[in-house]
């Protein structure tokens, strides 16, 4: 069988409490066709010695001072070699068999351009927490819903030479700054049904935190798109995107997600 060529690429900065189970989710998903990438931003922690440990597993790294988590992301998507790219943050997981899962997904929808996954979150320890089924809009983003998850975004190299690279102005809200871009050149854009990824929730990250960070780009987003995307949304909007999630069966399987595998770790995660 030929595998389509999938780049991941990490960024990392002073991770080392969890860059080694996201390595390791990465190289053990024993994908033939991978091309993987530690874009890491001179991390003065165990990091390092943690890349070096699985250097002959990664297929190129640098540990050198960046601008920050989004230069660090589009330098390794500038070197990608893939047909299908994506990121994994040093704290996030991607599931067992994702890739696979990506791969036969592109092979049968070869007019899909980005595409999106589910994701779940888990604790400092890996274990699941929530399941988050997620609702793909145009019509729901414009109107301030957001209903993404990073952690099961998968797209083609080739979106690059259209849309361009991630946009390095922004620091929290670079992927839905992305997929907006995605929408407005009406590319085609699907979900893919699967849990593919999974978000670390603690204190300390830039989600958990909020801030100034989040607040500049969605204020960016709002005045580059004459409001459309606010994160202010409009009620009314929201109670129809609560609704059409409903009439989806979103919250259904997150019900029937958490019931079965809340509580056990994310390398338990199996498709069926």
Sequence with gaps: ?????????????????????????????????????????GSNDQTVDIIKKYENKIDWWCSEKDKGQTDAINKG??????????????????LP????????????????????????????KGVIQKF????????????????????????????FDKIGYLDETFHAMMDAEFLIRVYEA??????????LGAIRVYAETKTSMGGEIWTNDEETIRKRYNGAYSCNRHSFFFLLFVLDKLIRGCYFRNIIGQMRYNGLHFNMYRYR
């Design 1 to 41: 069988m030929n595998y389509l060529r999938i780049t991941v690429v990490t960024p990392s900065y002073n991770q080392g409490q969890f860059i080694e189970s996201t390595i390791l989710s990465v190289i053990e998903q024993n994908y033939p066709n991978l091309e993987y990438f530690i874009c890491d931003g």
């Design 77 to 94: 998507m500038r070197r990608a070699t893939g047909d299908i790219v994506c990121w994994i943050n040093s704290d996030d997981v991607l």
């Design 97 to 124: 068999g994702a890739l696979f899962q990506v791969a036969e997904f592109y092979k049968n929808h070869s007019e899909c351009e980005f595409a999106n996954g589910i994701t779940l979150e888990i604790d400092k």
């Design 132 to 159: 988050t089924y997620i609702l793909m809009s145009k019509f729901f983003m414009r109107h301030g819903c957001y209903n993404i998850s990073q952690q099961g975004m998968f797209w083609k190299r080739s979106l």
């Design 186 to 195: 009406n590319l085609k854009v699907m979900l893919i049904n699967k849990p």
